[in-house]
């Protein structure tokens, strides 16, 4: 059955560092917006920065519906699946914001991700999440699958970026500045890394 926590710690907080896949969802308030559901992955990209703050890197995409919702209302929620082991979902609902690459707290925050090369991923911004309700269910029905690797495709396409190309290459996407329903998303052009 499922229990409500009051912090990210101990088994929890171990469970969550060691999935290697969560997913995130966030919708505008409109009553008839596009709600977005995401996978997100990649080795090292996931951080949780205190006790009721979590943290992760948003990569170069075709879309920016998580930014964009984030930026009109702040809601989202992340779910971690157990493909593995004892069955457990995860879900830390709470509010959000990207941290983009000309804010000042931007490179403080990468310091929490030591183990990944994110500048060959064409990295935007960094989500920052306030957890607000922290809560496990049993997962019985989610099936055993076995993680192998993390793919390297998305490395390969944009380390040969720099931040120029970079921006134009998020200024030719219809749904990276402008999300699905016409919210403001990625500010453009991007300002480039200051680390």
Known sequence: MGKTYDRIDGRLRTFIEEQ????????????????????????????VLDEHTVAYLDFAGSNA???????????????WCAFQGPPNIVRVHGRGEPVFRDDPRFAQLLGHF??????????????VVHAELIRDTCGYAVPFMAYEQDRDLHGKRFAREDDASLSGYFAKKEHVATSLDGLPGLPLPLPPSPV
Do not use: C, Q, Y
């Not at 896949?21 to 990649?42: C, E, Q, W």
């Not at 998580?66 to 929620?77: F, M, P, S």
């Open 20 to 47: 290697p896949l969560f997913f995130t969802a966030t919708a505008p308030l409109s009553g008839d917006g596009t709600v977005n559901l995401s996978p997100k992955g990649l080795k090292g990209s996931f951080a």
């Open 65 to 79: 519906e998580t930014i964009a919702h984030l930026r009109e209302n702040g809601r989202i929620t992340l779910m």
């Open 114 to 127: 030591p183990g990944i090369d994110w500048s060959v991923h064409g990295l935007r911004a960094v989500i």
